[in-house]
């Protein structure tokens, strides 16, 4: 696709006063190394081709990470570009550039889905992260939250028995039930770096599938221990984590042989809970700052997608306040 120019910012422009809810994205803009990510998005252009000239994909990407610092909607994301200067200063647009609509978002999306580059940015962002020297490495803390989707909730089966998941708009999302509340949607699992509090994994499921099922996935392997809640605690996992030189921090549950967990356990799982609480902010802020309490798309990869954008604004985000 031949590309847009995007334009540069004029002179009048560089010279309006920068509001306090601007430092966040001049501060992004001059610790992220772009023309890094620009590179691996390369690969979606091709200029020799006919047809109306496309936005640059960096300009797109910025704009989808814009996207889940605000959480905002496509056609929200749109206004927002024609609105706010310090959108367009930090995308790349000048004041005289078009803006793209959000039907080319949307395209530029599910373009990223198609080409499997969401995973590789997410980790160019990892490899910048650790160059800063902002991964500590001392644990990785593991959770996992339910988002439930704006997709219709599937009719019950012919036989009347659970749901037709076939005939659902969006068939990868399931139910689940926690605390008395059903939810249907997905859930996000996630490995956060304690002490610095940055995303090192991550990983969508629908949300019916167990906490424990992708922790293995989660771990890094080059922290000093792991810290879960009980629903990760196996004794084959601590076995393993042990033998890898990882210190095995994952909360005791008691059971039918033990309903009574012994003191020493007990006080175990509370130090296990001081240490991982930090963790809970990360679904705060997805949920509460960034607006990630819906999956707005259909389908697995796309709601992995929409997880992982997030992911990847939030380790931005960080950065800002790391690096302050």
Not at 17 to 45: A, D, I, M, T
Not at 84 to 113: E, I, Q
Not at 185 to 200: F, M, N, P, T
Request: hydrophobic share 40%.
């Amino acid at each position: 696709m031949a590309v847009q120019k995007s334009g540069q910012i004029s002179f009048v422009e560089a010279l309006m006063p920068v509001h306090r809810g601007q430092q966040r994205l001049e501060k992004l803009s001059e610790v992220v190394k772009w023309y890094r990510f620009e590179k691996l998005l390369s690969c979606l252009r091709d200029e020799g081709s006919v047809g109306r000239p496309a936005y640059p994909p960096l300009v797109m990407f910025k704009a989808l990470l814009l996207q889940s610092l605000y959480g905002l909607s496509d056609a929200e994301l749109e206004e927002a570009l024609y609105d706010r200067l310090s959108f367009r200063r930090f995308v790349g647009l000048s004041l005289k550039a078009s803006v793209p609509d959000h039907t080319t978002l949307c395209r530029f999306r599910t373009l990223l889905v198609e080409a499997k580059l969401l995973e590789r940015l997410f980790a160019e962002l990892d490899r910048q992260l650790d160059r800063a020297g902002l991964i500590l490495r001392r644990g990785t803390m593991l959770d996992a939250t339910v988002i439930e989707t704006t997709a219709t909730r599937p009719p019950q089966a012919p036989s009347g028995e659970g749901a037709d998941f076939a005939a659902a708009s969006d068939p990868d999302a399931r139910f689940t039930r926690r605390e008395g509340r059903v939810s249907y949607g997905y859930k996000a699992h996630v490995g956060v770096d304690e002490g610095s509090g940055l995303i090192r994994r991550i990983i969508t499921t629908p949300a019916n599938v167990n906490d424990t099922v992708c922790a293995d996935q989660l771990i890094c392997g080059d922290e000093g221990a792991v810290l879960g809640d009980s629903a990760y605690h196996t004794h084959r996992r601590e076995q393993e984590l042990r033998q890898r030189g990882i210190k095995p921090m994952l909360m005791r549950r008691a059971n039918k042989h033990h309903p009574e967990l012994p003191p020493k356990l007990k006080r175990l799982n509370t130090l296990i809970a001081r240490r991982r609480s930090p963790v809970e902010t990360t679904f705060a802020t997805f949920k509460r700052r960034m607006g990630l309490s819906v999956i707005r798309y259909k389908g697995l990869a796309k709601a992995h997608a929409q997880v992982l954008i997030a992911a990847i604004a939030f380790n931005l985000r960080r950065w800002t306040v790391l690096a302050t």
